[in-house]
């Protein structure tokens, strides 16, 4: 069965950098595309960027500048680091996998398992 | 790049059928037939319903069904129950440089 769990700082001060980390179990990290995904209270989902075990990599243009994602293979671990946090980065981080579609053999453009979210709240 | 706009809430009897729009523009929901759709209930993970517009991954009931024309996809719940009340959100691929753009959200009650 596969689980993504994520972990890190629940309290994170302003102008400090977020450092989650996403550890899979049940699947292979190679075998997949990751993703962050965060949701203020009370709000909508944000997609936050994706990373392969390669190393490719691709961020939210809104996030770009302050984000940087990285794998960690033999742990079967994938992680985020937002610099420069306001409260506006306040929210439910989410980690999450890229749906293979195995009738066709191709990643897909959608996420099919998620962790529980872990909540990172910025204040002072 | 703006969110999807996507119905504040959105209502049913248990039975009934609703569908549940996702307006985006030509760079996103209209360029691609890449969207798919999230079932959120309070406190949990969002769960894939739907994706590539009209594709069921195994295990999600055959009473919701995803559609598109034009810039807008449609998620329909058939026979309405309990369970299905619930946020449901829906993301498009928007190309390579953004990637994935997510909806604002609907909320579904069950009467």
């Known amino acids: 069965q596969v689980q993504l769990q994520e972990s890190g700082p629940g309290l994170v001060k302003p102008s400090e950098t977020l450092s989650l980390t996403c550890t899979v179990s049940g699947a292979s990290i190679t075998d997949y595309y990751w993703s962050w995904i965060r949701q203020p209270p009370g709000k909508g989902l944000e997609w936050i960027g994706y990373?392969?075990?390669?190393?490719?990599?691709n961020y939210n243009p809104s996030l770009k500048s302050r984000v940087t994602m990285s794998v960690d293979t033999p742990k079967d671990q994938f992680s985020l680091k937002l610099n420069s946090v306001t409260a506006a980065d306040t929210a439910v981080y989410y980690c999450?996998?890229?749906?293979?579609?195995?009738?066709?053999?191709?990643?897909?453009?959608?996420?099919?398992?998620w962790g529980q979210g872990t909540m990172v709240t910025v204040s002072s | 790049q703006s969110a999807l706009t996507q119905p504040a809430p959105a209502s049913g009897s248990p039975g009934q059928s609703i569908t549940i729009s996702c307006t985006g523009t030509s760079s996103d929901v209209g360029s691609y037939n890449l969207v798919s759709w999230y079932q959120q209930h309070p406190g949990k993970a969002p769960k894939l319903m739907i994706y590539e517009g009209s594709k069921r991954p195994s295990g999600v009931s055959n009473r919701f069904s995803g559609s598109k024309s034009g810039n807008t996809a449609s998620l329909a719940i058939s026979g309405l129950q309990a369970e299905d009340e619930a946020d449901y959100y829906c993301?498009?691929?928007?190309?390579?440089?953004?990637?994935?753009?997510f909806g604002t959200g609907t909320k579904v009650t069950v009467l």
């Open positions: 999450a996998r890229h749906y293979y579609d195995i009738l066709t053999g191709y990643y897909t453009d959608a996420f099919d398992m």
């Open positions: 993301c498009s691929y928007a190309g390579s440089s953004t990637c994935y753009v």
């Open positions: 990373i392969y075990y390669s190393g490719s990599s």
